[in-house]
């Protein structure tokens, strides 16, 4: 399973853009980037997730490095709420084949992000 | 509305006892997940299961157990063989469909403590 580097910290101040950094040096070629946040005693929540291509959605901005080692994830404007721990994750995708692995995800220890009023 | 319920929110466990944790989803998901979550750390899988009556180790499956016997839960056990049970639990569930991936929906969480 690819192993996956973030910060173990950053801050922000609202309204302004936050670019949070992951390293996935091992992921191979069907192994997804997923990103999830989690607030303080909750459950983490989907955020965001790609395989090569740069991706967008509500709430943020994926961006892939074209060697896929590593990736980026983009609030484009934070806010109070956006307050959390971020998990960069990788996903086995691609052929299942019997693979016991298949859809596993495997969390790091995460960044947590703390905004600034 | 649609989710997933973990219940009790907080659990204690006496020295040799086992307890069983509970996970019920309404999402109509087939595959669900324990993950358990150390403090300042991220989540390890513990089990998963990809459909009823079939689950699958994960990481850290040593001193857990779980059965699958309906779709829309996937109870816990942590059993006494499990010396360090103090932890936060999180049980997730997705769709699962053959070679795509699936988003994973997680629940609240339990957290246990030993007494």
């Known amino acids: 399973d690819a192993k996956t580097t973030q910060p173990n910290s950053m801050e922000s101040n609202e309204e302004e853009p936050v670019h949070l950094p992951c390293n996935h040096s091992t992921i191979s070629g069907t192994d997804y980037i997923h990103w999830y946040r989690q607030l303080p005693s909750q459950g983490p929540e989907y955020v965001i997730h790609g395989l090569t291509s740069n991706v967008n959605n509500r709430m943020a901005s994926l961006a892939i490095a074209e060697d896929r080692k590593s990736s980026t994830l983009i609030l484009h404007r934070a806010t109070l709420r956006d307050a959390a721990v971020y998990y960069c994750t990788s996903q086995r995708g691609g052929d299942n084949a019997g693979g016991t692995s298949y859809g596993k995800l495997t969390f790091g220890q995460g960044t947590i992000l703390t905004v600034h009023p | 509305d649609g989710g997933i319920t973990q219940s009790p929110k907080y659990l204690f466990r006496k020295e040799g006892q086992n307890v069983t944790l509970s996970c019920e989803q309404n999402l109509n998901h087939d595959a669900m997940y324990w993950y358990r979550q150390d403090p300042g750390q991220g989540l390890r899988l513990i089990y998963y299961s990809q459909i009823v009556n079939d689950f699958q180790k994960g990481d850290i499956a040593e001193g857990y157990s779980v059965s699958r016997e309906k779709k829309e839960s996937f109870p816990l056990t942590v059993t006494s063989a499990q010396k360090n049970p103090t932890a936060f639990y999180l049980c997730?569930?997705?769709?699962?469909?053959?070679?795509?991936?699936?988003?994973?929906?997680f629940g609240p969480g339990t957290r246990l403590l030993v007494l």
């Open positions: 997730a569930s997705s769709p699962w469909t053959s070679g795509a991936l699936e988003t994973q929906y």
